[in-house]
């Protein structure tokens, strides 16, 4: 049974940083390319970054470029979401996803639970 | 980049009605790529409907998804009290790059 199990959010201080964790099990982790998603308090959702199966490409949202910087280890089939600089307004709960296929279709099938990071003095 | 803009913002609408929802892009996208969630309160979102008009595992029949291009239509037949919650569209496949919609709330009339 696919799991993603996201942590390492937290309050923080503007300009400061954070690292969140999504540790997946029930699937095979380098088979996919996996999602950062993001929702700030009463807002819709926000892409963030991805990175390929492999690692060898990562996208990000304009909004967060040059300040997150998204990586995964596929020996121990997590990814990770480096946070520099924070802004009030980067202040979301942040989901990790699977970026699922099928037939050439494809979508976001599975979810973490998410994880809060608040960014505040 | 492609935009995806869903209408309307808000759905009022009882238990046992249909509701239609709308997500249009700023350029032609393939359907192969136009997926539908559904999110509730404290919730991650569910994946309901991927490639315009496929239906996710486990989701019933009263979910259906067309379209095609720059339009492209969510539907719920008849309205079940579990079914009031915000819905989002997703175009993903062409890059890793993924956007949403900025959603459509289904609420109780």
């Known amino acids: 049974q696919e799991q993603l199990v996201e942590s390492g959010g937290g309050l923080v201080q503007p300009g400061g940083s954070l690292r969140l964790s999504c540790a997946t099990s029930?699937?095979?982790?380098?088979?996919?390319?996996m999602h950062w998603v993001r929702q700030a308090p009463g807002k819709g959702l926000e892409w963030v970054a991805a990175?390929?199966?492999?690692?060898?490409?990562?996208d990000y949202a304009d909004s967060v470029k040059g300040r997150f910087t998204i990586s995964r280890d596929n020996s121990k089939s997590t990814l990770y979401l480096q946070m520099d600089s924070l802004r009030p307004d980067d202040t979301a709960v942040y989901y990790c996803?699977?970026?699922?296929?099928?037939?050439?279709?494809?979508?976001?099938?599975?979810w973490g639970q998410g994880t809060l990071a608040t960014v505040s003095s | 980049e492609i935009v995806l803009t869903q209408s309307p913002g808000t759905l009022s609408l009882s238990p046992g009605e249909r509701a239609t929802l709308s997500c249009r892009a700023s350029?032609?996208?393939?359907?192969?790529?136009l997926a539908w969630y559904q999110q509730k309160p404290g919730q991650a979102p569910r994946l309901l409907i991927y490639?315009?008009?496929n239906r996710a595992t486990g989701i019933p029949d009263r979910f259906s998804g067309s379209g095609s291009g720059t339009d492209f239509t969510f539907t719920i037949s008849r309205l079940e009290p579990e079914d009031f919650a915000v819905y989002y569209c997703?175009?993903?496949?062409?890059?890793?790059?993924?956007?949403f919609g900025q959603g459509t709330k289904v609420e109780i009339k």
């Open positions: 997703l175009h993903y496949g062409d890059s890793l790059r993924g956007t």
């Open positions: 350029q032609s996208v393939a359907s192969s790529y």
């Open positions: 490639g315009a008009s």
């Open positions: 029930g699937f095979t982790f380098l088979s996919y390319a």
């Open positions: 990175i390929s199966y492999n690692g060898g490409e990562k």
């Open positions: 996803a699977r970026g699922g296929f099928i037939y050439g279709l494809y979508y976001f099938d599975y």
